[in-house]
């Protein structure tokens, strides 16, 4: 019955998973958030969470040590990083297509790998959950917020990082700049290829540890297109928070807590048909981002490429 979801129990349960669910949408959506402030969308997340993931997995079930898995995916999202750099910035491809390019690179490239290593679905001991002393022996709170596996701890903490780097750092008012007027910020030194290679690849990066986070930490599996939509999910929730880490962190923790709930709803088996359960979140996602638009700008420079001398 519905009046089941109301249950303390299930509640608590809603919300420990929805905490914990955010975290590969919150690394994906930081990371895309730094690469759309300095003019770059990049719609090839997917595809770079999908390679994170393959790697942190296949390394951590041939070794056994899930921080080697993490530090192997680090660096493709990091190659990946680069090669969209390059292909936006350098090459000055349109964004959107090339975009597209990579995640479906990074589609085929995941599940031609996972056919020829594994060929099989496998599992892997990858981080566990980790009680934080003293806040974790907290009554309620302490097992719904201070009770989970590092990659999870790192995702919250990223997000007062970015915003403290964006907000507070000459570093962030160039990315800014750049996304706003590269031009303007040309004309006082500001590189802004240089920014555009550095915030991307960042984007590259984070987005590769928000796959890892589903293979290792999460779910502790790897299969054929794992994130079932998670990066474009990502590149939506930027547009939702507004290009700030804040709006991410919020916007994360609604679509984790729903996706949560959809799933409570089949495991109580309340009568509702499960294709619409499992569409909740993305319906979600959709009037959310309507309402979104209509109050936020996005950067003026997005998806334009920039060359010295244009005005």
Same mark, same amino acid.
């Given at each position: 019955?519905?009046? !089941?979801?109301?249950?303390?129990?299930?509640?608590?349960?809603?919300?420990?998973?929805?905490?914990?669910?955010?975290?590969?949408?919150?690394?994906?959506?930081?990371?895309?958030?730094?690469?759309?402030?300095?003019?770059?969308?990049?719609?090839?997340?997917?595809? %770079?969470?999908? %390679?994170?993931?393959?790697?942190?997995?296949?390394?951590?079930?041939?070794?056994?040590?899930?921080? &080697?898995?993490?530090?192997?995916?680090?660096?493709?999202?990091?190659?990946?990083?680069?090669?969209?750099?390059?292909?936006?910035?350098?090459?000055?491809?349109?964004?959107?297509?090339?975009?597209?390019?990579?995640?479906?690179?990074?589609?085929?490239?995941?599940?031609?790998?996972?056919?020829?290593?594994?060929?099989?679905?496998?599992?892997?001991?990858?981080?566990?959950?980790?009680?934080?002393?003293?806040?974790?022996?907290?009554?309620?709170?302490?097992?719904?917020?201070? !009770?989970?596996?590092?990659?999870?701890?790192?995702?919250?903490?990223?997000?007062?990082?970015?915003?403290?780097?964006?907000?507070?750092?000459?570093?962030?008012?160039?990315?800014?700049?750049?996304?706003?007027?590269?031009?303007?910020?040309?004309?006082?030194?500001?590189?802004?290829?240089?920014?555009?290679?550095?915030?991307?690849?960042?984007?590259?990066?984070?987005?590769?540890?928000?796959?890892?986070?589903?293979?290792?930490?999460?779910?502790?599996?790897?299969?054929?297109? &794992?994130?079932?939509?998670?990066?474009?999910?990502?590149?939506? &929730?930027?547009?939702?928070?507004?290009?700030?880490? &804040?709006?991410?962190?919020?916007?994360?923790?609604?679509?984790?807590?729903?996706?949560?709930?959809?799933?409570?709803?089949?495991?109580?088996?309340?009568?509702?048909?499960? !294709?619409?359960?499992?569409? %909740?979140?993305?319906?979600?996602?959709?009037?959310?981002?309507?309402?979104?638009?209509?109050?936020?700008?996005?950067?003026?420079?997005?998806?334009?490429?920039?060359?010295?001398?244009?005005?």
């Amino acid at each position: 019955m519905i009046s !089941d979801l109301f249950a303390s129990t299930v509640l608590i349960g809603i919300i420990t998973s929805g905490i914990r669910l955010a975290t590969p949408y919150l690394y994906a959506t930081v990371g895309e958030t730094f690469g759309q402030l300095s003019g770059v969308l990049n719609l090839g997340v997917e595809g %770079m969470m999908l %390679m994170g993931a393959y790697v942190g997995f296949y390394m951590t079930f041939t070794t056994g040590d899930p921080w &080697l898995g993490l530090m192997d995916a680090i660096l493709v999202g990091l190659l990946m990083g680069v090669a969209m750099a390059f292909i936006s910035v350098t090459l000055q491809a349109e964004q959107g297509i090339s975009g597209i390019g990579v995640y479906l690179f990074g589609l085929g490239m995941s599940e031609l790998l996972f056919q020829k290593t594994l060929g099989t679905v496998e599992t892997v001991s990858g981080f566990p959950a980790f009680k934080i002393p003293l806040l974790g022996d907290l009554p309620l709170v302490g097992g719904i917020f201070f !009770d989970h596996n590092v990659l999870t701890y790192g995702a919250y903490l990223l997000v007062p990082l970015s915003w403290f780097i964006l907000n507070r750092t000459t570093w962030g008012l160039q990315i800014k700049a750049v996304g706003q007027n590269p031009a303007a910020a040309d004309s006082l030194g500001v590189s802004v290829t240089k920014v555009r290679y550095v915030t991307v690849t960042v984007g590259g990066v984070l987005s590769s540890i928000a796959g890892a986070s589903l293979s290792i930490a999460l779910l502790n599996v790897f299969q054929q297109n &794992l994130t079932s939509g998670m990066g474009f999910i990502a590149v939506a &929730l930027v547009y939702f928070g507004g290009w700030n880490p &804040l709006g991410a962190l919020a916007g994360s923790l609604l679509f984790s807590t729903v996706n949560a709930l959809q799933n409570w709803v089949q495991v109580l088996g309340i009568p509702v048909p499960s !294709d619409f359960a499992v569409m %909740m979140p993305y319906v979600l996602t959709i009037l959310i981002l309507v309402i979104a638009l209509r109050k936020v700008r996005q950067p003026a420079a997005l998806t334009k490429p920039f060359e010295r001398g244009e005005a």
